[in-house]
């Protein structure tokens, strides 16, 4: 395969060619052989595949409604068509496995780890097992470490919402969407938090154990929702170097003086500020406290967040480019891709810059498999 005509992201944006052969880059410039198919580019950019670090939009191809399920391979190949529109070729799905019942209860978890790994090598997108292992849930520990040892998981990330839960009690508006999700009745539910809480104790240990086995087994590990710099450098003396949505400015910057990755929500920056009215993304890509976006709950946030931010003025297009390739990708281990370069993987996304900027192809390990506008292929 050939790209030409288009302004392709290398150091700036520059108007070359780009070839492929099999699943790599074989050439940035004069095609290395002829080429068995020509993508005609002009007008369009060439950007290195987009690595979604979280995301768990893909929950709701699994239960868009409340209590409303459908089959896991049916939701799984959905959301794959999903991310590839978006132009995001590697994706961490963000599986969280609760203390809770229902969507993010055991079953779940167990059912989808299995079918990510079996459906993979049909899927487009790289698609990946992101553990959103909530700190509660202290019987799953020794399961999870059984994971990361047999290689099923390709992030770890620690949540702790129970204190959110404790805090939702006496808000209807919040406590009737988690009861929502497990399908437990509202005194049921409350029970449930009564026991597990009674059990804080013991969290601080497991978190350590887990820690530890994702360290030897060579998995990345995050924290999420850092609240302070001192729980920031807790998480450090255990190894967990992937800051993710620390929720204030003083915790940011302690993740950056020890130079850590430091992951926002790309959905921040679009709509202009946190939904939650924590930190905002675009003032701390403005501020060097934001080195990685990620999709959190809506796809197409990830594409169009560096043109808002390059637009705006928080950063020059390539660095923010960086920000939905080359970060995440370097952060999570994986140094096949993230740039367009010869011999790395062949992930590119291609994108109409103007009116508004608009994926229309997608290639991933060397397969073309988005194309929203045939014209690229007309000559």
């Known amino acids: 395969m050939e790209i030409t005509g288009a302004r392709v992201l290398l150091d700036g944006l520059e108007a070359t060619n780009v070839s492929l052969e099999g699943d790599r880059i074989a050439a940035v410039g004069a095609a290395a052989k002829p080429a068995g198919l020509t993508i005609h580019a002009a007008g369009c950019l060439v950007l290195p595949g987009i690595v979604d670090s979280h995301g768990d939009a893909f929950e709701r191809h699994i239960m868009p ?26 994706a961490f799905h963000g599986v969280t496995w609760s203390w809770e019942p229902g969507l993010r209860g055991a079953e779940n978890a167990r059912r989808l780890v299995e079918r990510i790994a079996a459906l993979q090598p049909e899927l487009g997108a790289d698609t990946r097992f992101h553990m959103r292992h909530e700190t509660f849930n202290l019987d799953a520990e020794e399961e999870i470490a059984r994971w990361l040892e047999q290689g099923h998981i390709g992030v770890l990330a620690f949540n702790d ?8 009690q006496n808000r209807p508006d919040k ?3 988690m009861v929502e999700r497990t399908g437990l009745s509202h005194a049921d539910f409350l029970a449930l938090v009564e026991r597990v809480y009674a059990r804080s104790g013991e969290v601080p240990g497991s978190v350590a154990r887990l820690a530890e086995a994702a360290r030897r087994a060579g998995v990345p590990i995050m924290s999420h929702d850092d609240a302070t710099p001192a729980m920031r450098r807790s ?9 993710e949505f620390p929720i204030n400015v003083e915790t940011a910057q302690e993740a950056a003086s020890a130079g850590e990755a430091i992951v926002f929500g790309a959905p921040n920056v679009v709509r202009g500020g946190s939904h939650t009215g924590w930190t905002s993304a675009e003032e701390m890509v403005r501020a060097g406290l934001c080195t990685i976006l990620a999709s959190d709950y809506y796809y197409p946030a990830l594409p169009l967040a560096p043109f808002l931010l390059a637009d705006r003025g928080a950063a020059t297009f390539p660095a923010a480019w960086k920000l939905v390739s080359e970060n995440p990708a370097m952060a ?9 370069a010869p011999g790395l993987r062949a992930d590119l996304v291609i994108v109409r810059p103007e009116p508004t900027p608009r994926v229309v192809a997608t290639i991933a390990a060397g397969r073309l498999v988005h194309l929203a506008d045939p014209s690229l292929l007309g000559g």
């Open 65 to 90: 409604r409340p209590g409303v399920s459908f089959d896991l391979d049916l939701a799984l190949r959905d959301a794959d068509r999903a991310l590839l529109a978006s132009g995001i070729t590697t």
């Open 161 to 168: 919402h129970m204190e959110g839960t404790l805090k939702s």
């Open 175 to 177: 406590i009737g969407k």
């Open 235 to 243: 998480y450090r003396e255990l190894g967990v170097t992937l800051a």
């Open 332 to 340: 999570l281990g994986l140094t096949d891709r993230g740039c367009i």
